[in-house]
């Protein structure tokens, strides 16, 4: 049984750093991409940043770009998202997502709804991020 579980979330003033984490269990860490979505109250969820299969070829949207890092650890099969100068705009709810089958890179568009919904089949929880201005 595949288990995610994200941790590290919190309340941060505006310009602020957080470590997000994600341990995943139940399958072979290092054999597929993996992601970080987030979901604001009223709003869709959104992607944020995938990792491909190796961890050497992030890709980030463009509201993150340049201030969010993902990275990934085989070793203790765990995600991270490193979140520098944060923003109020950026509070919501974190999740990690593995995709479903085994392939080298993320695959384009991995953050449009068809994706969420097609190519990531396992998910946490979530960890609440909150930023105050």
């Known amino acids: 049984q595949v288990q995610v579980a994200e941790s590290g979330g919190g309340l941060v003033q505006a310009g602020g750093s957080l470590k997000l984490s994600c341990t995943v269990s139940?399958?072979?860490?290092?054999?597929?991409?993996m992601a970080w979505f987030r979901q604001a109250p009223g709003k869709e969820r959104e992607g944020v940043a995938c990792?491909?299969?190796?961890?050497?070829?992030?890709v980030y949207t463009d509201s993150v770009k340049g201030h969010f890092n993902i990275s990934r650890d085989s070793a203790k099969s765990t995600l991270y998202l490193q979140m520098n100068s944060l923003e109020p705009e950026d509070t919501a709810t974190y999740y990690c997502a593995v995709m479903a089958g085994t392939r080298t890179l993320c695959p384009g568009s991995w953050y449009s709804s068809l994706r969420i919904r097609t190519d990531f089949a396992y998910w946490g929880q979530g960890t609440q991020v909150t930023v105050s201005s």
């Open positions: 990792i491909s299969q190796s961890g050497r070829v992030p």
């Open positions: 139940g399958l072979t860490f290092g054999d597929r991409p």
